[in-house]
């Protein structure tokens, strides 16, 4: 599948703001979480089925997980085996994974979008299109892309 960062750009992300967040949440209706709406996109922008859901790597089912200390589980399966590719490079549908709150695990994930833009969602925030500057790279910690998009 060939991305290139100008078509992607001309997108119109409008109808993935403002979703409500919720913890291992499916679905734009009720809630999602950020794991989640990034399936959600690669689904309905790639035609690409991710065959998992957050609830594969997280099975704590309160918001208390964001501030565990837990098994890296995204980190240590974002492989080809799961259909990941670790990458260096920031493309369209690349896959942030961040550690944020008082956690030393990956508890929260991003897509880049181009021109230095991220689309996420996250506690007592709807999702929203943010600018990937220093404050959510100082808190990355790992990029994938799905194996099989080119740029």
Not at 10 to 17: A, L, N
Not at 31 to 59: H, M
Not at 112 to 120: A, C, P, V
Request: proline content about 2%; overall charge neutral; hydrophobic content about 30%.
């Amino acid at each position: 599948m060939e991305i290139s960062d100008s078509k992607y750009l001309e997108r119109s992300w409008d109808k993935y703001i403002g979703l409500e967040y919720k913890h291992l949440g499916l679905y734009p209706e009720t809630g999602i979480d950020c794991f989640n709406l990034i399936k959600y996109i690669y689904k309905k922008e790639l035609n690409i089925e991710i065959p998992y859901t957050t609830r594969t790597f997280c099975n704590i089912v309160d918001e208390t997980w964001y501030y565990r200390n837990h098994e890296r589980y995204f980190d240590d399966n974002a492989n080809s085996s799961r259909g990941w590719e670790k990458t260096d490079t920031l493309e369209p549908f690349t896959v942030i994974g961040m550690v944020l709150g008082a956690s030393t695990t990956t508890n929260h994930c991003a897509m880049y979008i181009g021109n230095n833009k991220i689309i996420h969602t996250m506690i007592n925030h709807k999702s929203h299109i943010a600018t990937y500057g220093s404050y959510y790279k100082q808190y990355t910690v790992g990029k994938c892309k799905w194996v099989g998009i080119k740029n």
